[in-house]
C-alpha cells in the first residue's frame, strides 16, 4: 500500500477486507499458540480462554474466533486499567503485566489477564492480550459458598510479570507458593506470554507487508466500521422501551431476580437493570466489567452476528446497574462463580426483546448459566490435582430450528475430551448421553440436556465443587414455548448435596448429574408432526410426551 494511502486513512473494500481478516487471523494464532502450550485441561481442551490484538490506546482492533466472547470484550478495559497504573510511554519491549483483580477484569480470581506492549522500529504501535481460566489460584478453588472475596484466593493487583523480557522471580514466587498445582499454573502463564509474543511477532509482519507504520488510521477505519454495522442494526429494532424480568434459585433464601429495560433510541441501545437484586455476601455477584460482557455480547449475537467484532462494535450499546446490586457489587464482595448471575442475562434480554423482533431472538437456554463440578485431592500416586468437568445443557430454540443439545450459551467453553479428563485425575465417566425429554415443547424444541456420571477411583475422598442452578426455576420457553427441564444433582447412596457448596466425595461414589434443557419457541401444537415422531425415534422425548405436550396419538 503506498504512503499516501496510509497517511489519508483510506482503505479500498478489498484491501480493508483482506487487512481485517488477517488481523483476525493474528489473535487466532495467538490462540492457537496458547493451546498448544498450555498446561492444564481448562485451557487446552475446554477453552476458556481468549486473545485480543489492540492498538496503541488499548482498543480492540480484533479477537480470536472460537475464544470466551466476555473475556474478549473485558480485555480491553484491563488494558486501560494498566496504562493507567504503567503509562504509555513507560512501558519497554517484553513487558509483560497481569493480573486478576475481578473488578479490573473478568470478574473472577480464577481468570488471569495477560498483556505485552507490540513495538515496530522502535514505536509502541499495539498491545497483545490473553486471559485464560488457571488451574488455581489458591484460596477455595472455584465455589460459590465463600462470603467475602478474601476466602476465593490469591487476589493480584496489575505487576510486571516480565520486565523487558526478564521474569520477575519475585511475583513468580508469591503467585506459586499460594496455589496447589504450582507447575500448570506456571505451565498457563507462560502458555498465555508466548502466545502474546506470536502475536506481536504476526502484526510486525503484518505491518512489514502492508507497509504501514502504525496502526492508528486502519485502526479507526476498522472500528468505525463495526461501529456503523451495529448501529445500523439497532436502527432496524423500533424504538421503545422493552422489559422483561428473570428468577434464579440464588443461594438458599436469597434468590436471583433480574429486572431488565432495554431501551432503543435509533442507532443507540441501552440495557438497564435497576430493580435487580441486592449483592449478598456468596460467590454469585456479577461485576460490571462482566455484566457489561454479558450483556453487550448477546446483543451482537442477535443485531449483527456476521461483522467481526472489535472495540466498535460495542460502543452503541450502554449498560447500567445500580451499585450494590448483584450486578455491579461493591468490593469486596465474593463473586467466585459469577458465571451462575451473569450467564443468565441473556435469556432476559432475549426476552425483552422478543416484544420487538421475535425472529431475531432464542428462548432461554438451560446451559445458562454453565454448571460445574470442580474435584480436587490427591490421585492414587498421591500426586495432587484439580479437574473442572465441563458440560452444558441446552440451548434454547430459535424462531426456525430446534435449539442445540448440550451446547454452551452465552458461554462457549467446550466440554474436552472425557479421556483427557479421566487420563489426569482420578476418576471414570460412566455415561455421558442426551437426557430424554429435557428440552421445552414447541414448534420448535429446545435443545436437550444431558446426563452425567461420574466415579470416584481415589484411595481419599475428594473435595467436591458445585456451582449451578436450574434446580428451582428453568429455562423458560417463548411465544408460547413451554419451558425446559430443571437440573438435578445427586450422589449414588441417594443424597442430594447442596447445589452452591463444597462438599466431599467418597471413594468408590458416583456423582450423577443432570442439566437443564432449554425453553421451547413458539405453540407447541404448530409443531411438524414428523419432527414428533421423529423425535421419539431418536429418543429425544418420550411417547407419553408427544402425547402429553404435542397431542400425539
Known amino acids: 500500500m503506498s504512503d499516501s494511502v496510509s497517511d489519508h486513512d483510506t482503505f479500498d473494500p478489498v484491501t480493508l477486507e483482506i487487512f481485517w481478516s488477517r488481523l483476525i487471523s493474528i489473535a487466532d494464532e495467538s490462540a492457537a499458540a496458547l493451546l498448544r502450550t498450555s498446561f492444564s485441561t481448562i485451557v487446552r481442551e475446554s477453552n476458556d480462554f481468549g486473545t485480543v490484538l489492540m492498538d496503541a490506546n488499548g482498543d480492540s482492533l480484533s479477537e480470536n474466533t472460537g475464544g470466551i466472547p466476555s473475556f474478549s470484550g473485558i480485555l480491553p478495559r484491563t488494558l486501560k486499567h494498566f496504562l493507567a497504573k504503567y503509562p504509555k510511554e513507560t512501558w519497554k519491549p517484553g513487558d509483560c503485566v497481569i493480573t486478576n483483580d475481578p473488578w479490573l477484569a473478568t470478574g473472577h480470581l480464577p481468570d488471569i489477564t495477560v498483556a505485552m506492549p507490540i513495538f515496530?522500529?522502535?514505536?509502541?504501535?499495539?498491545?497483545?492480550?490473553?486471559?485464560?481460566?488457571?488451574?488455581?489460584?489458591?484460596?477455595?478453588?472455584?465455589?460459590?459458598?465463600?462470603?467475602?472475596?478474601?476466602e476465593e484466593g490469591l487476589r493480584i493487583l496489575p505487576i510486571k510479570f516480565l520486565k523487558e523480557g526478564e521474569p520477575n522471580e519475585d511475583v513468580i514466587e508469591m503467585i506459586l507458593g499460594n496455589v496447589r498445582?504450582?507447575?500448570q499454573v506456571l505451565g498457563d502463564l507462560n502458555?498465555?506470554?508466548?502466545?502474546?509474543?506470536?502475536?506481536?511477532?504476526?502484526?510486525?509482519?503484518?505491518?512489514?507487508?502492508?507497509?504501514?507504520?502504525?496502526?492508528?488510521?486502519?485502526?479507526?477505519?476498522?472500528?468505525?466500521r463495526a461501529e456503523t454495522a451495529m448501529r445500523n442494526a439497532i436502527e432496524e429494532v423500533p424504538d421503545g422501551v422493552y422489559r422483561a424480568t428473570l428468577d434464579a434459585d440464588g443461594f438458599d433464601e436469597?434468590?436471583?431476580?433480574?429486572?431488565?429495560?432495554?431501551?432503543?433510541?435509533?442507532?443507540?441501545?441501552?440495557?438497564?437493570?435497576?430493580?435487580?437484586?441486592?449483592?449478598?455476601?456468596?460467590?454469585?455477584?456479577?461485576?460490571?466489567?462482566?455484566?457489561?460482557?454479558?450483556s453487550a455480547y448477546p446483543i451482537k449475537c442477535a443485531l449483527d452476528p456476521y461483522t467481526p467484532r472489535n472495540e466498535g462494535s460495542y460502543r452503541p450499546v450502554k449498560v447500567t446497574a445500580p451499585e450494590g446490586t448483584i450486578l455491579n457489587p461493591r468490593y469486596p464482595a465474593p463473586c467466585n462463580a459469577r458465571q451462575l448471575t451473569g450467564h443468565l442475562l441473556a435469556g432476559v434480554?432475549?426476552?425483552?426483546?422478543?416484544?420487538?423482533?421475535?425472529?431475531?431472538?432464542?428462548?432461554?437456554?438451560?446451559?445458562?448459566?454453565?454448571?460445574?463440578?470442580?474435584?480436587?485431592?490427591?490421585?492414587?500416586q498421591?500426586?495432587?490435582?484439580?479437574?473442572?468437568?465441563?458440560?452444558?445443557?441446552?440451548?434454547?430454540?430459535?424462531?426456525?430450528?430446534?435449539?442445540?443439545s448440550t451446547t454452551a450459551f452465552p458461554t462457549n467453553s467446550g466440554a474436552g475430551s472425557i479421556e483427557a479428563f479421566e487420563s489426569v485425575s482420578p476418576l471414570i465417566v460412566w455415561?455421558?448421553?442426551?437426557?430424554?425429554?429435557?428440552?421445552?415443547?414447541?414448534?420448535?424444541?429446545?435443545?436437550?440436556?444431558?446426563?452425567?456420571?461420574?466415579?470416584?477411583?481415589?484411595?481419599?475422598?475428594?473435595?467436591?465443587?458445585?456451582?449451578?442452578?436450574?434446580?428451582?426455576?428453568?429455562?423458560t420457553g417463548i411465544l408460547g414455548g413451554?419451558?425446559?427441564?430443571?437440573?438435578?444433582?445427586?450422589?449414588?447412596?441417594?443424597?442430594?448435596?447442596h447445589q452452591k457448596s463444597r462438599t466431599s466425595i467418597g471413594a468408590g461414589m458416583r456423582l450423577h448429574m443432570r442439566y437443564a434443557g432449554g425453553g421451547g419457541y413458539g405453540n407447541p401444537a404448530k409443531r411438524d408432526r414428523d419432527l414428533v415422531r421423529e423425535d421419539v425415534r431418536n429418543g429425544y422425548i418420550s411417547a407419553e410426551a408427544a402425547r402429553r405436550d404435542y397431542g400425539l396419538d
Request: aromatic share 8%; net charge negative; glycine share 12%.
Open 382 to 404: 498421591d500426586n495432587r490435582f484439580s479437574q473442572i468437568l465441563f458440560a452444558s445443557g441446552g440451548v434454547g430454540a430459535c424462531p426456525h430450528k430446534d435449539g442445540l
Open 120 to 150: 515496530h522500529n522502535g514505536t509502541l504501535v499495539g498491545f497483545s492480550g490473553s486471559i485464560a481460566h488457571s488451574p488455581d489460584i489458591g484460596g477455595s478453588l472455584w465455589s460459590a459458598d465463600c462470603n467475602e472475596l478474601f
Open 431 to 475: 455415561r455421558k448421553e442426551f437426557r430424554t425429554d429435557s428440552g421445552g415443547a414447541g414448534e420448535f424444541r429446545g435443545g436437550l440436556g444431558q446426563e452425567c456420571e461420574i466415579e470416584v477411583r481415589s484411595r481419599e475422598p475428594l473435595r467436591l465443587s458445585l456451582l449451578s442452578d436450574r434446580w428451582r426455576h428453568p429455562a
Open 349 to 380: 434480554i432475549y426476552k425483552a426483546l422478543a416484544q420487538a423482533i421475535p425472529d431475531q431472538v432464542i428462548a432461554d437456554s438451560g446451559s445458562a448459566p454453565s454448571m460445574r463440578a470442580v474435584f480436587s485431592g490427591t490421585d492414587r
Open 254 to 294: 436469597d434468590e436471583t431476580h433480574i429486572e431488565c429495560a432495554v431501551t432503543v433510541e435509533g442507532s443507540d441501545l441501552t440495557i438497564d437493570y435497576t430493580g435487580t437484586s441486592k449483592q449478598i455476601d456468596r460467590g454469585l455477584n456479577t461485576v460490571m466489567n462482566y455484566t457489561y460482557a454479558y
Open 482 to 497: 413451554q419451558d425446559g427441564a430443571t437440573s438435578e444433582i445427586s450422589f449414588s447412596d441417594g443424597t442430594i448435596p
Open 191 to 224: 502458555a498465555q506470554v508466548t502466545a502474546n509474543q506470536v502475536c506481536g511477532r504476526r502484526l510486525n509482519e503484518f505491518l512489514d507487508d502492508s507497509q504501514l507504520s502504525d496502526l492508528s488510521g486502519l485502526s479507526r477505519t476498522l472500528q468505525g
Open 181 to 183: 498445582l504450582p507447575d
